[in-house]
């Protein structure tokens, strides 16, 4: 991490119209935080409309062992009915276990009807459903043995995480290849698309367990893939091969490549990545790998991505192909590890990085190119004959963390709010 840039834009709190709904709480604290046993990377919030139930996360453990865990944490305050003096910010409320650690977690988008189920998704090994529910044995101890002993033990969670789903495709009947991510359809919330190292995507309907189509997504291993928001059937993805790739549920025969990054520099180096996440041998074929994508939710032609040991990020609009529309840069001084949009404010998005930072731009800023950017490859360049992306290097906001940012998820519920993950730590950030 270079430590050689200090200087952290203020952090206020918002003012004056910030396209809240009108039923959510008033918060007195900018800062709230949560001290887990164990280092955290799979980062949520829950998309309930119910006030007390929409300042939970749910976070994943990475744990090099078997013993990983998968936990909700609520905020005190909303479970005791007002703050008292010494108490903690978050307190956990259910646990589960998972033999792998969580690539991903995601609370099921909310549906609008009379359900009132508290469902989550998980990947890792493989893709999982689960629901939240209350405990029976609430208030009792967990561990008989130790309480007929005399011994401590601790008491049972207020709820638990019941396993509803475990969802395998069936053709993968000698391996299972790890999930490295998925996404969660909010138009349509019976559709989960899920991405893998074994260079596929599957789209699962998860009111039936039931694979609704596989399809072979990239040349390598695909690293992450995102619904369109408004749409049940386009999707995109991106993998080592560097490119972004558009699908369309309703004509699978056919992709489109919004993107393919530069050369690297030095392609028949792969050093460069073999300390980040296990991508450095993505690096022989010559390309750059592209590690995470998500869609604006309140555009839905622009999408933000950015490659590996990067810290700039591309923004595309997928109307126009093959070159970004802008990228943010010089903002991070390391890799950047995550990025999550805004569901309130146009061009928001937030970024965080190795450099211990999380950045929020404003992609609607009116910057100039910057003269100093180094022009694509030219044999790249001519192919996509595109003029170069808009430059955007001044941040709106900015804090500095106490270690690098692994984990981002800026709330819908509660749009003032981004939950952020670094070391045992979960923070909630107002903004």
Known sequence: MDSSRNTRYSYPYAHGNTGAPDNVPTLSKEIYQYDAPWHTYALDWCKSPIDRKSFRLAVGSFIEDNNNKLQIIARTDMLSGGYEAGQKDFTPVAEAESYYPITKVLWEPHRGDSRNQDLLATTGDILRIWELVDNPRYGTNSNTINSSSGRASPAYYQQQLVKKADLVNMKQTDFCAPLTSFDWNETDPSLVVTSSIDT?????????????????????????????????????????????????????????ILYEAPPAANPSSNGAGAGNGGHGSSLHSGTVPLLRLEFNSLNQNHLATFHMDSSAVQILDIRHPSAPIAELVKGHNGSINCLSWSSTQPGHLCTGGDDSQVLVWDINQPNGIDPSRPAYHQSTQTRFNQQAPRSIQDPVLAYGAESEINALTWSKRNPDWIGVGFGKTIQALRV
């Not at 596929?200 to 040349?219: F, G, M, R, Y």
């Not at 999707?235 to 489109?256: K, M, N, W, Y």
């Open 200 to 256: 596929t995507c599957t789209v699962w309907n998860v009111e039936t367990s039931q694979a609704k189509t596989q399809l072979i997504a990239h040349d390598s291993d695909v690293y992450d893939v995102a619904f369109m928001h408004g749409s049940a059937d386009i999707f995109a993805s991106v993998g080592a091969d560097g490119s972004v790739r558009l699908f369309d549920l309703r004509s699978l025969e056919h992709s489109t």
